[in-house]
T-cell receptor, first 116, second 114 residues
Framework: GNSVTQMEGPVTLSEEAFLTINCTYT??????LFWYVQYPGEGLQLLLK?????DKGSNKGFEATYRKETTSFHLEKGSVQVSDSAVYFC???????????????FGKGTKLSVKP | EPEVTQTPSHQVTQMGQEVILRCVPI?????FYWYRQILGQKVEFLVS????????KSEIFDDQFSVERPDGSNFTLKIRSTKLEDSAMYFC????????????FGSGTQLSVL
């Protein structure tokens, strides 16, 4: 079945460091890929998405490119800030299922802590 | 930005008891969802709800679970007879339309079954 695997956390970085959080997926069909973020005490929020191969999603300095050949959607940011400390979730939706686009398959989440 | 609201933030119950988790989705949204995350594991889809009926459910969503939209604003998840393994963070989510892929999540209810 469809699944998402993302790197184990926690990840601890200093401010202005480069961030990569790896995400790979297994899916039949042509899923859309997402990164959601959960700040402390809040719900998950959509950070960025990509709906087809080679698309790049970007938001708030974060980027991820949909790589069909490596089945990956790694999250990157060139210079992290303390305010980026949160849990990051990679997710996919399988458009071929024909069901609601809300039926997402998530990874376990990666906790990022950024120190000043 | 409008929010999905979940109550309570933390619920403690005894094994075998019934619990109802409550959610108020964003007012103009039409699709509603429950997800859960057992500590250290993945966020898992439970059920989606549209037009006053379940549109899809996962294998986790067995006969012990039910959902309801009792009025125009609330969306509830009921677990009839809780088990220890039901302990998890439960997230409610909503969106406007099936083609709108952005989900709006609540901050979750941490359910602890003792």
């Amino acid at each position: 079945g469809n699944s998402v695997t993302q790197m184990e956390g926690p990840v601890t970085l200093s401010e202005e460091a480069f961030l990569t959080i790896n995400c790979t997926y297994t899916a039949t069909g042509y899923p859309s890929l997402f990164w959601y973020v959960q700040y402390p005490g809040e719900g998950l929020q959509l950070l960025l998405k990509a709906t087809k191969a080679d698309d790049k999603g970007s938001n708030k300095g974060f980027e991820a490119t949909y790589r069909k050949e490596t089945t990956s959607f790694h999250l990157e940011k060139g210079s992290v800030q303390v305010s980026d400390s949160a849990v990051y979730f990679c997710a996919l939706s399988d458009q071929l299922r024909g069901g609601s686009q809300g039926n997402l398959i998530f990874g376990k989440g990666t906790k990022l802590s950024v120190k000043p | 930005e409008p929010e999905v609201t979940q109550t309570p933030s933390h619920q403690v119950t005894q094994m075998g008891q019934e619990v109802i988790l409550r959610c108020v989705p964003i007012s103009n949204h039409l699709y509603f969802y429950w997800y859960r995350q057992i500590l250290g594991q993945k966020v898992e889809f439970l059920v989606s709800f549209y037009n006053n009926e379940i549109s899809e459910k996962s294998e986790i969503f067995d006969d012990q679970f039910s959902v309801e939209r009792p009025d125009g604003s609330n969306f509830t998840l009921k677990i009839r007879s809780t088990k220890l393994e039901d302990s998890a963070m439960y997230f409610c989510a909503s969106n406007r339309a099936v083609l709108n892929e952005k989900l709006f999540f609540g901050s979750g209810t941490q359910l602890s079954v003792l």
